[in-house]
């Protein structure tokens, strides 16, 4: 099992920081994925890291504005929002996926990952 946490209400512009941390495994051999979901939509993906943080992927919508990045030291992964818009609102989850090989458009594919957390609320509004 995850559990994310940062999910906050902010601004529009504004900036949040979202962390993910196993509850009694470690994460270096999982690639990690953040996903969202809005009232009404599916589950899409967000951005994706890999094991060694070598590869990264992100949605276009949120390309320049997001950053992914894993401390496994520290056993946590994290999603840097900036410049949060509207439309970014929504349940955010994070997952694992026991692979060192995830790559491209399938990093972002819900059913790649078999370990879920429970979601943290991110709402942007004025």
């Known amino acids: 099992r995850l559990v994310e ?9 504004g900036s949040l920081r979202l962390s993910c941390a196993p509850s009694g495994f470690p994460l270096d051999y999982f690639a990690i994925g953040w996903f ?4 009404g939509k599916g589950r899409e993906g967000v951005s994706c890291i890999s094991s ?12 320049g504005r ?8 520290e056993n946590t992964a994290y999603l840097q929002m900036d410049r949060l ?8 989850f994070c997952a694992a996926a026991p ?16 370990y879920w957390g429970q979601g943290t609320q991110v709402t942007v509004s004025s």
């Open 66 to 73: 997001f950053t992914i990045s894993r401390d496994n030291t």
């Open 99 to 114: 692979t060192t090989g995830l790559r491209g458009p399938a990093c972002l594919e819900p059913g790649r990952y078999d």
């Open 85 to 92: 818009r509207p439309e970014d609102t929504a349940v955010y």
């Open 5 to 13: 946490s940062g999910g906050d209400l902010v601004q529009p512009g």
């Open 36 to 39: 969202r979901q809005a009232p």
């Open 52 to 63: 060694s943080s070598d590869y990264t992927n992100y949605l276009d919508s949120v390309t």
